[in-house]
Nanobody, 123 residues
């Protein structure tokens, strides 16, 4: 079992930055693909960014050039650096782990989930 705990969310003005962290316990994340999803009311959960254990990356078009996902295997932690935030980035951000090789887009491929952290961007 893998337990994931997100932190770093909050309220920020448009144009600002936040750094989300996802700390894992139970097992090492070295061999997991890690993803950051977000969900807002009335919308489907969407993959924002993902990083494979071999280094493969995925970014949603809406965040390319603004968000950066990274991992620190020694700290068993994954990060999401979010710059130039927009009001439409407002959502609950969830960290997820996938045991399979390669970056998967669908939320149904991910095996473990955190509880989420709220990000609110004011205009």
């Amino acid at each position: 079992q893998v337990q994931l705990v997100e932190s770093g969310g909050g309220l920020v003005q448009a144009g600002g930055s936040l750094r989300l962290s996802c700390a894992a316990s139970g097992r090492t994340l070295n061999w997991y693909t890690m993803g950051w999803f977000r969900q807002s009311p009335g919308k489907e959960r969407e993959l924002v960014a993902a990083i494979g254990w071999s280094g493969g990356l995925y970014y949603a078009d809406s965040v390319k050039g603004r968000f950066t996902i990274s991992r620190d295997n020694a700290q068993n932690t994954v990060y999401l650096q979010m710059n130039s935030l927009k009001p439409e980035d407002t959502a609950v951000y969830l960290c997820a782990a996938d045991r399979n090789f390669g970056v998967q887009i669908s939320q149904y491929e991910y095996d473990y989930w955190g509880q989420g952290t709220q990000v609110t961007v004011s205009s």
